[in-house]
């Protein structure tokens, strides 16, 4: 087939993922607060998840894990670190500068993408973006968050759900008929329902609040586990129509790693097969970000996503925001 008006689509060249060393069991968490392993494994799916120790922080897991995915895509210049975060290092500045610095990226264009656990699903369609219009050649695309920087400790409903970690990827330019190139993105938000999963202070509207509960994620967990069901399976629907594939075209179904239950009925919903599913949530929990490219490293190392597979990633998180995209594996394992 002719490639002749194909160029210009971003293509997946390299893969790294990084997890903090320290992990946290649920029979931790159960010690300190009204919980239990039983608990949490029946309704998340979860029964670890990766902390940061004190002093690490976003900029460090981003730098990790972006080193390992310019390994596996081997030589090549880049042109702009994509950061999707929503626990960045400061305030203000954005962090993909400093990722980049410490990447030995200095000079190249650099910016954080808050799209919260969405994040990565957005980062990709942006560094499709750069590509397109020529702005950029290569394209280094971070998903990472030490998300457990906005968790109340003594909140049950947060702590078991979230974990700290981060993924990337090298997208390059290429054919759009070629394994890894990212296919049409479906990409939605819903700002009216932003209050389901936030952080009240802190911010630019209420800088300070008397209540010390007003710093951390408030959630809501019943109403956010619905909306994230009806959310990634809808969009699903529609990546796949733009795409042209049919439901049954679709090896793995690579999520948002949030509740392995929002995993099984989103894809029951779609009509995918219970082995399509990829979910390493049982060793990560919720890793914002982080969770998709986390979970393609993992299935990759694990033999579970290979080569020619045809792939449905799809994200939901806060905003509220939620994505999806398709490609077919390409040869590329996590450096
Ligand atoms: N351990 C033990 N019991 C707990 C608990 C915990 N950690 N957290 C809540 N409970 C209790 C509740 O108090 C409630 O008790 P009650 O029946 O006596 O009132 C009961 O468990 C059921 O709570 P509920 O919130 O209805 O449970 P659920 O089945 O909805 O599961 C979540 C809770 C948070 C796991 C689930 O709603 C969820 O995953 N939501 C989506 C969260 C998410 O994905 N967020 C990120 C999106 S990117």
Not at 288 to 303: C, E, F, N
Request: glycine share 12%; net charge negative.
């Amino acid at each position: 087939m002719s490639t002749q008006g194909l160029r210009g689509a971003a293509v997946v060249a390299g893969l790294g993922a990084w997890l903090p060393p320290r992990v946290v069991d649920n029979e931790e968490i159960s010690r300190y607060l009204d919980t239990s392993d039983e608990w949490i494994r029946a309704r998340t799916g979860i029964g670890e998840r990766h902390v940061v120790d004190p002093g690490m922080s976003t900029v460090d897991l981003a730098v990790e894990a972006g080193r390992r995915a310019l390994d596996s895509a081997g030589p090549g210049a880049i042109d702009a670190v994509l950061l999707a975060t929503s626990t960045a290092d400061q305030l203000c500045p954005g962090s993909a500068p400093q990722v980049a610095s410490r990447l030995g990226l200095n000079g190249v264009a650099a910016l954080d993408l808050n799209a919260v656990c969405s994040g990565f699903v957005y980062a990709l369609a942006t560094g499709g973006g750069l590509i397109a219009s020529g702005v950029a050649g290569r394209v280094l695309v971070i998903g990472a968050d030490v998300f457990t920087s906005l968790i109340d400790p003594q909140d049950r409903s947060t702590v078991p759900i979230f974990g700290d970690g981060a993924g990337a990827v090298v997208l390059r330019e290429g054919t759009a008929d070629e394994p890894g190139a990212l296919g049409p993105f479906d990409l939605h938000s819903e700002g009216e329902l932003a209050e389901l999963l936030w952080v009240a202070a802190g911010g630019a509207k209420q800088r300070t609040s008397e209540n010390r509960s007003d710093y951390f994620l408030a959630m809501q967990g019943t109403a956010v586990f619905r909306h994230a069901c009806a959310r990634m399976a809808e969009s699903a629907r529609t990546v796949l129509d733009k795409a042209g594939w049919q439901v049954c075209d679709v090896d793995r179904f690579v999520g948002h790693q949030a509740n392995i239950r929002i995993l099984q009925v989103a894809a029951k919903q779609l009509g995918l097969p219970p082995e399509s599913v990829v979910a390493n949530i049982e060793h990560t929990g919720n890793t914002s970000a982080a969770s998709i490219p986390l979970a393609l490293a993992d299935a990759v190392t694990d033999g579970t996503l290979v080569t020619g597979h045809k792939v449905l990633l799809g994200a939901f998180g806060a905003g509220l925001t939620w994505g999806s995209t398709v490609l077919t594996w390409p040869d590329v394992k996590p450096g």
